[in-house]
């Protein structure tokens, strides 16, 4: 992607620094030299961005843009190593600044401490020559695809989930790009977040160290990079496959940047989720604890159902609660034991409370238990409000 004899030099540091890379024939002094020259686009310094960012950085890249607007919180930390404790509440932007420069004082760090959009994208793409693509969403992982091929940049995939990730190259020598992959975006809400559903914290190291490699190469011009082909790594069972990916030949020409929520259907998910929980009542942790004092008194009227999974509700959990996890609930038996709880008491319908870790998924119970005829009361906040102004003992995660 640089030219082929870079107008670059090595200092008597840098021949030090790199002489690993130096005595590699794939690798040698011109090729040194076109990872100085290059220019490279991270977006995100999450998961895959941290391993992402360290290798580039010690690799040599010589102009690393980096592309976030969050900040550091604990919850990251077992899987985002480029930031550390001291960190949480900061910019990631600025701490990944810190520790690229501790790694390699040689690199030049742009930062873009923006929301990557449609307004600002083509202008900050401009500016490099491969993008990596470390986001966790599918708006932006189409945004990154669409300005990529309208400036005909190489853009270096991976995603992560659970125990599973894939990695692969997009918009490469005529090769396929994201929308080859996923022509249409899923349903939102259909694929979980990692926060919903969990990331082993070293999984997005292996994808992450992969993108970097898949950038490294094509900065060196290395014949077999992963264009072409989806990788697929299984984490747990250590199994690695691979899928041909072609272009489609029938695929809409890309023509300009569109307004993706809407494209991924954001904008009309939320108003449904909105006019959802607008139908279902809710109450607060304080009133949640002037019913668990009932039910501790011998108050039989109430059921508290908890509709995370087993492994939050190991975490901790609301006295008196009953599990039974949302999957249960949209698969059918779920709903036949939350009827089973409610019963009778005194010949009246026990009343029914709901709650999950922030109140999104305990508003999809309510809302799928409604058309079964059950009735209830959605808990604002969820579990985490109740530890944040009812117990703190109760951990939060």
């Given at each position: 992607?640089?030219?082929?004899?870079?107008?670059?030099?090595?200092?008597?540091?840098?021949?030090?620094?790199?002489?690993?890379?130096?005595?590699?024939?794939?690798?040698?002094?011109?090729?040194?030299?076109?990872?100085?020259?290059?220019?490279?686009?991270?977006?995100?310094?999450?998961?895959?961005?941290?391993?992402?960012?360290?290798?580039?950085?010690?690799?040599?890249?010589?102009?690393?843009?980096?592309?976030?607007?969050?900040?550091?919180?604990?919850?990251?930390?077992?899987?985002?190593?480029?930031?550390?404790?001291?960190?949480?509440?900061?910019?990631?932007?600025?701490?990944?600044?810190?520790?690229?420069?501790?790694?390699?004082?040689?690199?030049?760090?742009?930062?873009?401490?923006?929301?990557?959009?449609?307004?600002?994208?083509?202008?900050?793409?401009?500016?490099?020559?491969?993008?990596?693509?470390?986001?966790?969403?599918?708006?932006?992982?189409?945004?990154?695809?669409?300005?990529?091929?309208?400036?005909?940049k190489p853009n270096?995939?991976?995603?992560?989930?659970?125990?599973?990730?894939?990695?692969?190259?997009?918009?490469?020598?005529?090769?396929?790009?994201?929308?080859?992959?996923?022509?249409?975006?899923?349903?939102?809400?259909?694929?979980?977040?990692?926060?919903?559903?969990?990331?082993?914290?070293?999984?997005?190291?292996?994808?992450?160290?992969?993108?970097?490699?898949?950038?490294?190469?094509?900065?060196?011009?290395?014949?077999?990079?992963?264009?072409?082909?989806?990788?697929?790594?299984?984490?747990?069972?250590?199994?690695?496959?691979?899928?041909?990916?072609?272009?489609?030949?029938?695929?809409?020409?890309?023509?300009?940047?569109?307004?993706?929520?809407?494209?991924?259907?954001?904008?009309?998910?939320?108003?449904?989720?909105?006019?959802?929980?607008?139908?279902?009542?809710?109450?607060?942790?304080?009133?949640?604890?002037?019913?668990?004092?009932?039910?501790?008194?011998?108050?039989?009227?109430?059921?508290?159902?908890?509709?995370?999974?087993?492994?939050?509700?190991?975490?901790?959990?609301?006295?008196?609660?009953?599990?039974?996890?949302?999957?249960?609930?949209?698969?059918?038996?779920?709903?036949?034991?939350?009827?089973?709880?409610?019963?009778?008491?005194?010949?009246?319908?026990?009343?029914?409370?709901v709650h999950c870790?922030?109140?999104?998924?305990?508003?999809?119970?309510?809302?799928?238990?409604?058309?079964?005829?059950?009735?209830?009361?959605?808990?604002?906040?969820?579990?985490?409000?109740?530890?944040?102004?009812?117990?703190?003992?109760?951990?939060?995660y």
């Open positions: 992607m640089t030219q082929s004899s870079p107008s670059v030099s090595l200092t008597a540091e840098e021949y030090d620094r790199y002489s690993r890379h130096l005595i590699l024939p794939e690798v040698g002094l011109e090729g040194q030299k076109k990872l100085k020259a290059a220019k490279v686009l991270c977006i995100g310094t999450g998961g895959l961005g941290a391993p992402l960012l360290m290798y580039l950085a010690a690799a040599g890249v010589g102009r690393i843009g980096v592309v976030d607007f969050d900040v550091v919180d604990s919850s990251n930390l077992h899987r985002q190593i480029i930031h550390g404790t001291s960190w949480v509440g900061k910019p990631k932007i600025a701490s990944a600044r810190q520790r690229i420069a501790e790694i390699n004082p040689h690199c030049q760090v742009d930062l873009h401490e923006v929301r990557f959009t449609s307004e600002n994208a083509l202008a900050i793409v401009a500016e490099y020559d491969i993008v990596a693509d470390g986001t966790d969403n599918f708006p932006t992982r189409y945004l990154v695809n669409d300005a990529c091929v309208l400036l005909d270096v995939y991976g995603s992560i989930f659970r125990f599973e990730g894939q990695a692969t190259v997009f918009n490469y020598q005529g090769g396929p790009n994201y929308r080859d992959l996923y022509p249409e975006p899923p349903p939102p809400g259909m694929v979980p977040s990692c926060a919903e559903g969990g990331v082993l914290g070293v999984l997005p190291g292996i994808i992450g160290t992969i993108q970097a490699t898949e950038v490294i190469k094509i900065i060196l011009g290395a014949p077999d990079t992963l264009s072409g082909r989806l990788l697929l790594v299984d984490a747990w069972t250590m199994k690695f496959r691979e899928l041909k990916l072609r272009p489609n030949p029938v695929r809409p020409v890309i023509e300009k940047l569109i307004d993706y929520e809407q494209f991924c259907g954001i904008p009309q998910a939320r108003a449904q989720a909105m006019a959802e929980q607008q139908s279902i009542p809710e109450m607060t942790v304080q009133q949640l604890k002037e019913i668990t004092d009932k039910i501790s008194g011998g108050d039989s009227s109430y059921v508290l159902v908890d509709v995370r999974n087993p492994s939050e509700w190991e975490i901790g959990r609301i006295p008196h609660a009953v599990l039974v996890p949302l999957p249960d609930i949209e698969q059918g038996d779920g709903v036949e034991r939350v009827r089973s709880l409610l019963g009778a008491a005194e010949g009246s319908p026990k009343k029914l409370v870790k922030l109140g999104g998924r305990s508003a999809k119970a309510l809302g799928i238990l409604k058309q079964f005829g059950i009735e209830g009361i959605n808990v604002r906040g969820g579990i985490a409000a109740w530890s944040e102004a009812i117990d703190p003992t109760v951990p939060k």
